[in-house]
């Protein structure tokens, strides 16, 4: 995590975590795919079929994090950037320390 003396605002989490989590789940993908295993764990964090995650995703492809409107289909990393919008502040805080612990040593 960037060293700062002010804890970071929920976007800055947000922009930190994302690439973080979607090489993560890259690295995963491409584990599953050379094992050639037909059942992965499941890519994404939510369903967009839901019809409550449907709403807030269309809300979200209107306003994105930058403000402007975004088409679908995004990116994977906009769509990590929404999954991670989705979750409280304390879960981000808890991500990055599991993502980029204070210790970690080079």
Request: glycine letters at 2%.
């Amino acid at each position: 995590m960037p060293d700062t003396k002010s804890p970071l605002t929920r976007r800055e989490l947000i922009e930190h975590l994302a690439p973080l989590i979607w090489q993560d789940r890259q690295r995963e993908a491409e584990h599953y795919a050379a094992l050639h295993k037909q059942t992965r764990p499941p890519y994404y964090f939510f369903n967009l079929n839901h019809p409550t995650i449907k709403r807030l995703y269309l809300r979200y492809l209107q306003h994105s994090l930058d403000g402007g409107a975004l088409t679908a289909p995004i990116s994977d990393l906009d769509r990590v950037k929404f999954e991670l919008s989705l979750l409280h502040p304390a879960v981000l805080r808890m991500l990055a320390e599991e993502y980029d612990p204070p210790n970690k040593t080079p």
